[in-house]
């Protein structure tokens, strides 16, 4: 029998892009190989016709719709997904119509218990092994704060969620059984989690390498600029000095001062002017950009860290489910074996008595068959004969069933009973 399979995890600011980047595929996953990309575009979302920023739709609801008196704390969960599935044989045995109304009636369920108004997106993803959804959810409470706490604080509620959750589904047509609660974290949201910052990590990664390239391209910019500059330099070296220049001013009654100068030297002037607008403008652009670029660039290392010591976290998690996984899968084996020996065991106990009594059932038939039949010739027993026929009869079946007779010392009449 297949189970129904609901799960729940919480996520702050800093997940939330790796969530969107693992549910809308926007980066080739090197961490998961259950995903295949050709199949990719049959994942859909029931409640978007496009693609969304998570963020800005997780900020977006928190503007319109908070009422807490107090700024949100940078550590509050902004998201809380859930994820619905089942195995691979519940959704083999589902047409493509029913496996959509699964999700439809599981999406239904989530909206109606915690709030439809809170429900950001309903993705399904039928690239990997087995269809799942993933059903995001911002924590938003009926008086307006963000408290996610008041949803899913009381450790009965996840409880709760699987028995309600299996009650619907099975009502809504769907033969499955009720998933199995745990109080250990779950392998697959631990695997989930883990993919999730490997996912950011790359993404952090691939915006370092941009960043550190567009700062290559800056350095041959400043490279190419200082050449400009030398080049500048040496035309300015063969232009005279001002104090060499032949200036003549000139004051007429009816206009202004003027100054005249050869034709040569207005033309040093106006280059030793470019030259120096030129300069000016490249040393602000250099300078900005080399100001954001250093922002930037401190910005996405202290991010890679955060997430790097979130990656070894989960490492370190994972490797003990790992551990913990092997026991569990020793003490299968083990638990396997016992129930096969036992099994044996009852299966030869029940030849062993259906043996006994269709020999001691044939035998008895036998000696009375013998009493009664006055055509075989033979001289009837007495009852003494035949209950010392039977006897005999019951006592030989005994020892073929494996146990053993046991002469008693008192009255000198066998005891019959099963070896101990």
Same mark, same amino acid.
């Given at each position: ?5 609901i799960r729940m995890q919480?996520?702050?600011? +800093?997940? @939330? ?5 693992h549910?809308y595929?926007?980066k /080739? $996953?090197h961490?998961?190989p259950d ?5 990719t ?9 496009r ?5 800005e739709?997780i900020? #977006? ?6 009422k807490?008196q107090?700024?949100i704390r940078?550590?509050a ?5 859930f994820?619905?599935?089942s195995?691979?044989d ?5 047409s ?9 009636? $599981?999406?239904?369920?989530l909206?109606e218990?915690y709030?439809k108004e809170?429900?950001l ?8 092994k087995t269809?799942?959804? &993933?059903v995001?959810?911002v924590?938003?409470?009926?008086d307006?704060?963000l408290?996610?706490k008041?949803?899913?604080?009381k450790k009965t509620?996840?409880q709760?969620?699987q ?5 619907h589904v099975?009502?809504?047509g769907?033969?499955?059984?009720r998933?199995?609660s ?12 883990a993919?999730?910052a490997k996912?950011q @990590?790359? @993404? ?5 390498k ?10 041959? !910019?400043?490279?190419?600029? !200082?050449?400009?500059? !030398? ?19 000139k004051k007429?009654?009816?206009r202004s001062?003027?100054v ?8 040093n002037?106006?280059v ?5 607008? $030129? ?13 954001d670029?250093?922002? /930037? ?7 890679? =860290? ?11 998690? #994972? ?7 092997q ?8 638990t396997?074996m016992?129930?096969?020996?036992? &099994?044996?065991f009852?299966?030869k ?14 035998? =008895?038939?036998? =000696? ?5 039949? +006055? ?8 009852k003494k004969?035949?209950s010392?026929? /039977?006897?005999?009869?019951f006592?030989? $079946?005994?020892?073929d069933?494996?146990g053993?007779?046991?002469n ?6 066998k005891?019959?009973?099963?070896e101990?």
């Amino acid at each position: 029998m297949s189970f129904a399979i609901i799960r729940m995890q919480k996520f702050k600011a +800093p997940d @939330v892009k790796g969530m969107q980047i693992h549910n809308y595929r926007e980066k /080739e $996953s090197h961490t998961n190989p259950d995903i295949d990309q050709d199949k990719t575009g049959l994942n859909y979302d029931l409640l978007n016709d496009r693609e969304i920023e998570f963020s800005e739709v997780i900020q #977006r609801e928190i503007d319109e719709r908070y009422k807490g008196q107090k700024a949100i704390r940078k550590d509050a969960v902004r998201l809380c997904e859930f994820v619905v599935t089942s195995d691979r044989d519940f959704f083999d045995k589902l047409s493509p119509q029913d496996e959509k109304r699964f999700f439809e009636e $599981s999406l239904s369920f989530l909206q109606e218990r915690y709030g439809k108004e809170n429900m950001l997106y309903s993705i399904v993803h039928k690239d990997e092994k087995t269809p799942h959804m &993933h059903v995001g959810m911002v924590p938003i409470t009926d008086d307006g704060k963000l408290a996610a706490k008041q949803f899913f604080g009381k450790k009965t509620e996840l409880q709760q969620l699987q028995t309600k959750f299996h009650e619907h589904v099975t009502k809504k047509g769907f033969n499955l059984e009720r998933g199995v609660s745990s109080d250990r974290k779950h392998i697959e949201t631990q695997r989930l989690k883990a993919l999730t910052a490997k996912e950011q @990590v790359k @993404v952090l990664e691939n915006e370092l390498k941009q960043k550190q390239e567009e700062k290559q391209v800056l350095n041959k !910019s400043i490279k190419d600029t !200082s050449t400009r500059l !030398s080049e500048l330099k040496k035309s300015l070296d063969k232009v005279p000095n001002f104090d060499d220049l032949q200036i003549k001013t000139k004051k007429g009654l009816f206009r202004s001062e003027t100054v005249e100068m050869p034709s040569r030297d207005f033309e040093n002037i106006k280059v030793l002017a470019q030259g120096s607008e $030129s300069l000016r403008e490249e040393n602000k652009l250099y300078k900005s950009h080399n100001l954001d670029l250093m922002g /930037e660039n401190a910005n996405l290392k202290q991010q890679l =860290a955060i997430v790097e010591k979130d990656r070894e976290k989960f490492k370190r998690e #994972r490797d003990e489910l790992r551990k913990e996984n092997q026991k569990l899968s020793k003490k299968l084996g083990r638990t396997e074996m016992l129930l096969n020996t036992i &099994h044996e065991f009852y299966k030869k106990a029940e030849e062993r008595h259906r043996y006994v009594f269709e020999n001691v059932m044939g035998r =008895a038939k036998h =000696a009375i068959n013998k009493v009664l039949d +006055p055509f075989k010739g033979d001289e009837l027993f007495s009852k003494k004969d035949l209950s010392k026929y /039977e006897k005999q009869g019951f006592e030989q $079946s005994i020892r073929d069933s494996g146990g053993i007779v046991r002469n008693s010392s008192k009255d000198n009449e066998k005891d019959f009973g099963p070896e101990m």
